[in-house]
């Protein structure tokens, strides 16, 4: 039924209860798994504009490094159930950059935690979950 299942992952605790379901789902239906983290590009507005562009960038490496970490993390885990699995690093706004995730890998289902990292970008941003579940084409499970 789901041969490609993409699991949005940001290191919190919801979306690591998102990836423990997605692997039990993947055993079931014998799917790849394709872990999918988002960097934030917007994260440049919070710097002053004395701190210059280097800052940014220094910040936006440390992101992407974060990101890595988090991705391995749960190749690690998926591998240790012994399932394929597939690590995907992005840049832009989360929510956008999961949809898009979504149709390029040409996922059949989208798991994410109801909740990310943190309440102040959800409150700028809005819900990334709330966002991909109205606009995904494919099916979305949300887990809480």
């Given amino acids: ?3 490609r299942i993409l699991v949005g992952l ?4 919801y ?3 998102a990836l423990d379901f997605a692997i039990d789902l ?4 014998q799917s790849q798994l394709v872990l999918v983290h988002v960097v934030m590009r917007q994260i440049y507005a919070i710097n ?14 440390e992101l992407e490094t974060e990101g890595k970490t988090i991705l391995t993390q749960g190749e690690e885990k998926v591998k240790a159930q012994g399932l394929p699995v597939e690590a995907r690093l992005r840049q832009g706004v989360p929510a956008e950059e999961l949809l898009r995730a979504a149709a390029d890998e040409k996922a059949d289902l989208m ?3 109801s909740r990310g ?4 970008r959800a409150f700028l941003l ?7 579940s109205h606009h995904a084409k494919c099916p979305t499970l949300i887990i809480r």
């Fill in 1 to 3: 039924m789901f041969s």
């Fill in 10 to 13: 940001d290191g919190s605790d």
């Fill in 15 to 17: 979306s690591l209860r």
């Fill in 26 to 29: 993947a055993k079931k239906y």
């Fill in 48 to 61: 002053p504009p004395e701190a210059g562009i280097l800052a940014g960038t220094a910040i936006v490496r």
């Fill in 111 to 113: 798991v994410l935690g």
């Fill in 117 to 120: 990292l943190s309440q102040v």
């Fill in 126 to 132: 809005g819900s990334v979950s709330d966002k991909v």
